[in-house]
Nanobody, 116 residues
Framework: VQLVESGGGLVQPGGSLRLSCAAS????????MSWDRQAPGKGPEWVSI????????FYAGSVKGRFAISRDNAKETVYLQMNSLKPDDTAVYYC???????????WGQGTQVTVS
């Protein structure tokens, strides 16, 4: 299993970024996918999840209405569109494969997002 995130960077408050996660080594369309993040000095935080076949989507309250998760099963890629970014969104963002009961079982290496 490989999960490779990209798209992070430095952005001003109010700006936007789109994160991508390219998956390989498993049947992508059979797994729910999610994004977690970890801010400096804080524990990991779940951000959003998308079910198989681009179905149900859920968001943490802190990002609801600003972030949008999507997936392209043909490209084996999951995305996180982040709008109206705030300094509190600064974190390393991780792509996560979710197995049974939507429990995360593989994480990518992460991509840094800095809002300043």
């Amino acid at each position: 299993v490989q999960l490779v995130e990209s798209g992070g960077g430095l952005v001003q408050p109010g700006g936007s970024l789109r994160l991508s996660c390219a998956a390989s080594g498993f049947t992508f369309s059979s797994y729910a996918m999610s994004w977690d993040r970890q801010a400096p000095g804080k524990g990991p935080e779940w951000v959003s999840i998308i079910d198989v076949n681009d179905g149900r989507r859920f968001y943490a309250g802190s990002v609801k209405g600003r972030f949008a998760i999507s997936r392209d099963n043909a490209k084996e890629t999951v995305y996180l569109q982040m709008n109206s970014l705030k300094p509190d969104d600064t974190a390393v963002y991780y792509c996560v494969r979710n197995g049974y009961n939507w429990a995360g079982d593989y994480w990518g290496q992460g991509t840094q997002v800095t809002v300043s």
